[in-house]
């Protein structure tokens, strides 16, 4: 195992990912930021300066931080935010393998540009052997004005309006925008290049796919080419019939590795990344988000080494899957039969709630509890320095479950007509039960034998999903719905595992230092 060090500078710069032009929030320019690859087992300095003229703060979507929960890079409840102008080091070590990817957890910012790969290899994948080339393809959903107007929009007073629609959707940071609308504006290219990964003809290569939306549920698909799914965020799949798809539904924030052979005429075939607009519900009634003025599809050209430069005439497969149920693809069983644990030692019930408040604001929360970020006394520090927290912390108005070891049960109720993406930092679970119908009543059969396992997951809209997951990982763990706006409403909660372990662990020195300097910074600001 090496150490391999990474500099990021955070600063806005002008780009055109789908021709239309707009300010957009980068690691070190670049939108898709820059690659990070290392081995399993190495570790990662990444030194993260931010000239971006707000506060923000870098996550690593799926790893686990064993015993670095202060690198897990969420504000308010890991760390205090990086000011403008200040640097800071995550420092952490990989014990897992596969397709991660980063993003900032501060208020809204990643919708603005602040995502990338991460991508950790493993001489132990059961795959290795299995594929000539491995290629990364990002999908999102992309907005053309910055996202803090529009958050701002989307919690006013008496608004009862939809999640902002994206303007267009991308495939690994290209899009194509029709700048002859008249929203285009002057700044807008409409040669924006198709992006394109070539083949040979006869060989098999590994894609690994990662949506970094803010909103938008994807199917993904290569015409003429049925995907073999051998990698669910992190975790190998069984070799098995179940795991060829035409078509992969993928959630915010889900990632898939795919195997895909060759074999088809030498020629171009599309690639494709479609807005599953099905699932993009109203909260409070059964309407469909839906712009008919953007590009829902975001195209990108599989090239057969040979094959002109032709446009592609190829079809797209149609759909067969129930849309918006099962986009878990639980159909996916782990490579190594992975049995969920059955003594359950904690068993939780949340309720996705939506209320308003005083204001007329329209929240979500766990419980009903909306989430209140309070950014310069992060809750780890708090357990840390022995300060005392409630089971329900006033302080920032969510549940804090102190769990000690053992299998953790969580029944997650979604009684509206809009579909939540869960993220449990820490872990990856087992999805144990899924299904329709938002009482626990509802729940009739559990699959413990090998479910799937990972750590991103759709709560359907009217329906349950029970998850469990071993406590083996003391701290503080954010657990939220990924769609931003929702975060942005308070659909977010943390669940303090063993914390008086944690409490004894040492803080290192610069964690509490970049607090003091957040604290000075908001003086500034004052
Ligand atoms: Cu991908 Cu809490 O985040």
Known sequence: PVTRYYQFE?????????????????????YPGPLIQANKGDRLVINVTNNLGDPSTIHWHGIFQRETNW???????????????????YNFTLDQSGTYWYHSHFLSQYIDGLVGPLIIHDSEDPYLNSYHEDYLIMISDWYHSPSGPLLVQRVAPGYKGFNPYPDATLISGLGQYNCSSPAAGSH?????TIPTY?????????????????????????DNH????????????????????????????????VILTADQPIANYYIRASIIDSCLHNMTN???????????NATGILHYLGAGSNESTSTAYPITFPLCQDLNASAIRPYKDSPAPTNITNDF???????????????????????????????????????????????????????????????????????????????????VAEGPGAFVSNITTYNLENPVFRDTTIVPAESHIVIRFL????????????????????????????????????????????????????????
Request: with cysteine; proline share 6%.
């Open 349 to 431: 019930v949340f309720n996705i709630t939506f209320s308003r408040n005083d204001d007329d604001v329209g929240l979500l929360g766990v419980n009903d509890s909306p989430f209140v970020l309070v950014n310069d006394n992060p809750t780890n520090q708090r357990i840390m320095l022995k300060e005392n927290y409630t089971d329900f912390d006033k302080n920032q108005n969510i549940y804090s479950y102190d769990i000690p070891y053992g299998c953790v049960q969580i029944t997650l109720l979604n009684s509206q007509s809009t579909n939540h993406p869960f993220h449990l930092h820490g872990h990856s679970f087992w999805i």
């Open 71 to 89: 690198y897990d890079g969420v504000s308010g409840q890991t760390q205090c935010p990086i000011p403008n102008k200040i640097s800071f080091t």
């Open 286 to 296: 059964d309407t469909i988000n839906y712009n008919s003025s953007i590009n829902h």
């Open 226 to 257: 049925p995907l073999k799914v051998i990698e669910v965020e992190g975790t190998p799949v069984k070799d098995t019939d179940a795991a060829i798809l035409n078509v992969i539904p993928i959630t915010v924030a889900q990632r898939y590795s």
């Open 188 to 192: 807008c290219n409409s040669n924006v």
């Open 471 to 526: 406590a083996d990982n003391p701290g503080v763990w954010s657990f939220h719905c990924h769609i931003q706006w929702h975060v942005g409403m308070g659909l977010l909660a943390q669940l303090i595992e063993r914390p008086t372990e944690f409490s004894n662990r040492t803080l290192p020195d610069d964690v509490r230092a970049l607090c003091m300097e957040y604290n000075s910074y908001k003086k500034q600001k004052r």
């Open 10 to 30: 955070l600063k806005i710069v002008k780009l055109s990912p789908d021709g239309f032009e707009r300010p957009v929030w980068t690691v070190n320019g670049q």
């Open 198 to 222: 070539n083949v040979q003809k006869g060989k098999k290569y590994r894609f690994r796919i990662i949506n970094t939306s803010a909103y938008a549920f994807f199917t993904f698909s290569i």
